[in-house]
């Protein structure tokens, strides 16, 4: 790219400000797809926009809206990529009646909302950070959903900055919106046969230039203990509780292998959830780590807690079941590293050093790139998701919505495969 394009803040702001205001909190309980209704009204209302500027879009029966970009003056040899955001937000904290409060040239002063809600700098580092920048809160009794409306406003401003410059070459593009990310059931239905990207870059980030091409590698485990009833008063030799049992396998869970003693690079065990009586009690655990080997060891560790635990109960079963939830997107980027390296580019073509993270969690990038679509994580500007006290720069978000652009003007130069 000769030179790094531009993308109108006040623009973006008004594009984000109009997404934010729409209800779109999903429901974890709910078997729909969506799992709320209200998602659609901002579905409908992408989809109506995306043909207003000339891109045709489907909007399917689950509520994944896909938007095509035709290639423009480049060769037939150049890949598809995809740019993806998620409608909904999380049902932790209420997205009802959300009203944005714009804090311009915002000059480091404690943003009070309401009395109880306070965003200080003093302990928000990355807040403190963005002193000088236009700052986006909600009013303090809603979240404010730039998790990820504000990808998705980044996602619009980089298309309509297309759009309206149709003399700038680009490869075949797709947008991407989902709903229900936050219930981690977004990717059940996700359309898979619809995609052709060869790579996809979620806009689902926070910080300035990030870029998080590794999460972790996740299994769910369920352990049934089963003992032997009896009557209390009678119990002696006879009785072997389930409970007791299912206590004694929670001590061996290493402490040191725990979320609250862990952090950077280390993965962990974490009991999410526990059930049962005298008879029979289950605990379900979930496993973590960025090492496939590593997340791989504590399954068989349990199996082998539960070993133990059926030794010192004779007469007592423990059985181990397990699921692997998602993978560690890494090992897809091995494969075809220039998806990392455009972005790379990208962000370095405006200016700004890029910063390649780990997520210690998930992405729906991590599901897509075990589908077979290489999918990183794009900073996209938001912090303090999932609260009262989120909050968002409308300078990073315009950083955001220039990498989405340079991303499409870089992967334009790129034909695959290349000639020998
Ligand atoms: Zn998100």
């Known amino acids: 790219m000769k030179q790094t394009e531009r993308i109108l803040p006040e623009k973006l702001l008004e594009r984000f400000i109009r997404y934010a205001k729409i209800w779109t909190t999903s429901d974890p309980h709910s078997a729909d797809s969506p799992t709320t209704e209200r998602q659609w009204e901002l579905l409908r209302l992408l989809s109506a926009e995306l043909e207003d500027l000339g891109v045709p879009a489907e909007l399917d029966e689950n509520g994944f809206l896909i938007g095509r970009l035709p290639a423009r003056g480049v060769g037939p040899q150049v890949p598809t990529v995809g740019f993806m955001a998620h409608v909904d937000t999380s049902p932790d904290v209420?997205?009802?009646?959300?009203?944005?409060?714009?804090?311009?040239?915002?000059?480091?002063?404690?943003?009070?909302?309401?009395?109880?809600v306070v965003l200080d700098p003093v302990q928000m580092p990355e807040?403190?950070?963005?002193?000088?920048?236009?700052?986006?809160t909600s009013d303090g009794t809603t979240l404010l959903g730039?998790?990820?409306?504000?990808?998705?406003?980044?996602?619009?401003?980089?298309?309509?900055?297309?759009?309206?410059?149709?003399d700038l070459p680009h490869g075949p593009l797709e947008i991407i919106f989902t709903p229900d990310e936050e219930t981690g059931k977004g990717m059940d239905?996700?359309?898979?046969?619809?995609?052709?990207?060869?790579?996809?870059?979620?806009?689902?980030?926070?910080?300035?230039?990030?870029?998080?091409?590794?999460?972790?590698n996740a299994?769910?485990?369920?352990?049934?203990?089963?003992?032997?009833s009896a009557h209390p008063g009678r119990a002696r030799g006879r009785l072997i509780n389930a409970i007791s049992m299912l206590g004694s396998f929670l001590e061996m869970l290493p402490g040191s292998e725990s979320p609250e003693a862990?952090?950077?690079?280390?993965?962990?065990?974490?009991?999410?959830?526990v059930s049962g009586h005298t008879e029979k009690a289950e605990l379900t655990l979930i496993l973590r780590d960025f090492e496939r080997n590593e997340v791989e060891r504590r399954v068989k560790a349990l199996q082998a807690f539960a070993s133990?635990?059926?030794?010192?109960?004779?007469?007592?079963?423990?059985?181990?079941?397990?699921?692997k939830q998602y993978l560690n997107m890494r090992e897809a980027f091995s494969e075809d590293p220039l998806v990392v390296?455009?972005?790379?580019?990208?962000?370095?073509?405006?200016?700004?050093?890029?910063?390649?993270?780990?997520?210690?969690?998930?992405?729906?990038?991590a599901r897509l790139s075990e589908l077979g679509i290489p999918s990183p994580n794009l900073f996209a500007g938001g912090h303090n998701f999932h609260s009262l006290t989120e909050w968002a720069s409308l300078e990073v978000m315009t950083c955001a919505a220039e990498t989405v652009l340079a991303l499409a003007l870089l992967w334009g130069e790129f034909e695959s495969p290349a000639p020998a």
Request: glycine share 12%.
């Open 94 to 116: 209420s997205g009802e009646g959300v009203s944005p409060r714009i804090h311009r040239r915002w000059q480091g002063d404690a943003i009070v909302l309401r009395d109880d």
């Open 219 to 228: 299994y769910r485990a369920d352990i049934g203990f089963f003992g032997v």
């Open 127 to 136: 807040l403190a950070a963005r002193k000088g920048d236009t700052i986006i």
């Open 308 to 323: 133990a635990v059926e030794a010192a109960y004779p007469g007592g079963k423990v059985k181990v079941s397990w699921v």
């Open 262 to 273: 862990t952090d950077g690079r280390y993965g962990f065990y974490h009991s999410v959830e």
């Open 189 to 216: 239905r996700f359309p898979l046969e619809r995609i052709q990207s060869r790579c996809c870059y979620t806009l689902d980030g926070d910080e300035l230039g990030t870029l998080e091409a590794e999460c972790f």
């Open 146 to 166: 730039a998790d990820d409306k504000a990808g998705i406003a980044e996602i619009m401003a980089a298309v309509e900055y297309l759009q309206s410059n149709p």
């Open 341 to 365: 390296e455009l972005a790379q580019k990208a962000i370095a073509s405006l200016g700004i050093s890029p910063v390649l993270t780990s997520i210690r969690g998930g992405t729906d990038g």
